[in-house]
């Protein structure tokens, strides 16, 4: 079965830091390009950031950048979103999701939610002010 489990979610002040990670089973993920969504409370979801299959690619959201860092351990078969300076606006439920339709060797990495066709069921993210 393949799965994406995320963990590393909580509640954190703001200013404060989480480390969440996303371990995938059921198949390699080592070539697919990966990324983070989340999703707040009456909001769609939107993309955070998102990391090709070699990790030379990496993309952020405006609302993030210098904030989060994406990375990679393709012989562990996970992905990290390190968030740091929190705000309050970061509360959500966040995702990690696989896109292992677009050739890896394109380096192509997705900001659709729709470009990825593998999904975790999320963790909550609450940043208190």
């Known amino acids: 079965q393949v799965q994406l489990v995320e963990s590393g979610g909580g509640l954190v002040q703001a200013g404060g830091s989480l480390r969440l990670s996303c371990a995938a089973s059921?198949?390699?993920?080592?070539?697919?390009?990966m990324g983070w969504f989340r999703q707040a409370p009456g909001k769609e979801r939107e993309f955070v950031a998102g990391i090709s299959w070699s990790a030379t690619t990496t993309y952020y959201a405006d609302s993030v950048k210098g904030r989060f860092t994406i990375s990679r351990d393709n012989a562990k078969n996970t992905v990290t979103l390190q968030m740091n300076s929190l705000k309050p606006e970061d509360t959500a439920v966040y995702y990690c999701?696989?896109?292992?339709?677009?050739?890896?060797?394109?380096?192509?990495?997705?900001?659709?939610?729709?470009?990825?066709?593998?999904w975790g069921q999320g963790t909550q993210v609450t940043v208190s002010s």
């Open positions: 059921g198949r390699s993920f080592s070539r697919d390009a």
């Open positions: 999701a696989s896109d292992s339709a677009t050739p890896y060797y394109s380096g192509y990495v997705p900001r659709g939610g729709r470009e990825y066709d593998y």
